[in-house]
């Protein structure tokens, strides 16, 4: 048995979902959401109470899809309730970002400003040097906020880049505090 996978998961009031073969949607609040469920997992929906099932809890595998979709699904109902939000801190002199329509401008000291243009369904905001992307999918702000991330990471001397707001980094002493030490 899949410890996750055999936890039922609670629709609070105002979501629905729904089963149309082998896409699941859930429909709350903030939006819509669809899944495309995997041929060995089903979706039982009994009133406001949502049941994720295998065909073999015995295998190996599926016990594993078994966790992954449920968690899924949570997931799912987590963001057409609640949403999700991902924080990002731009650490450096004259660093700066703004946010236009869909697309983010970053001044993070290349030669020119670097645009991005954000996925349907996820939003952004700024207040000062703290970047904010919002959503309802749960994967798709982590992957935006971490493709952000990824165009100027932390720089283990100064702590220059773009980091999570929270996020602890590994500092290194530079070369001056090196050769005190002989």
Same mark, same amino acid.
């Given at each position: 048995?899949?410890r996750?996978?055999?936890?039922?998961?609670?629709?609070?009031?105002?979501?629905?979902?729904?089963?149309?073969?082998? %896409?699941?949607?859930?429909?709350?609040?903030r939006? *819509?959401? !669809?899944?495309?469920?995997?041929?060995?997992?089903?979706? %039982?929906?009994?009133?406001?109470v949502?049941?994720?099932?295998?065909?073999?809890?015995?295998?190996?595998?599926?016990?594993?899809?078994?966790?992954?979709?449920?968690?899924?699904?949570?997931?799912?109902? !987590?963001?057409?309730?609640n949403?999700?939000?991902?924080?990002?801190?731009?650490?450096?002199?004259?660093?700066?970002?703004?946010?236009?329509?869909?697309?983010?401008?970053?001044?993070?000291?290349?030669?020119?400003?670097?645009?991005?243009?954000?996925?349907?369904?996820?939003?952004?905001?700024?207040?000062?040097? %703290?970047?904010?992307? *919002?959503?309802?999918?749960?994967?798709?702000?982590? !992957?935006?906020?971490?493709?952000?991330?990824?165009?100027?990471?932390? *720089?283990?001397?100064?702590?220059?880049?773009?980091?999570?707001?929270? !996020? %602890?980094?590994?500092?290194?002493?530079?070369k001056?505090?090196?050769?005190?030490?002989?």
């Amino acid at each position: 048995m899949s410890r996750i996978g055999k936890q039922p998961v609670l629709l609070p009031d105002g979501v629905t979902a729904a089963v149309d073969g082998r %896409i699941f949607r859930v429909r709350g609040k903030r939006g *819509e959401l !669809e899944l495309a469920l995997h041929p060995a997992v089903a979706v %039982i929906i009994r009133g406001q109470v949502l049941h994720v099932m295998v065909s073999r809890p015995d295998d190996k595998d599926e016990r594993a899809l078994w966790g992954l979709f449920r968690n899924l699904i949570r997931n799912m109902v !987590e963001g057409v309730t609640n949403g999700f939000k991902k924080s990002l801190e731009l650490v450096g002199v004259g660093y700066k970002v703004s946010v236009s329509g869909q697309n983010v401008i970053l001044n993070v000291g290349f030669s020119h400003p670097v645009t991005i243009t954000l996925p349907p369904g996820v939003t952004a905001s700024v207040e000062k040097n %703290i970047l904010t992307i *919002e959503g309802n999918d749960k994967q798709m702000v982590g !992957e935006t906020a971490a493709g952000i991330r990824r165009i100027k990471k932390p *720089e283990p001397y100064k702590g220059k880049g773009i980091k999570y707001v929270g !996020e %602890i980094l590994r500092r290194k002493a530079g070369k001056a505090a090196k050769a005190v030490g002989k």
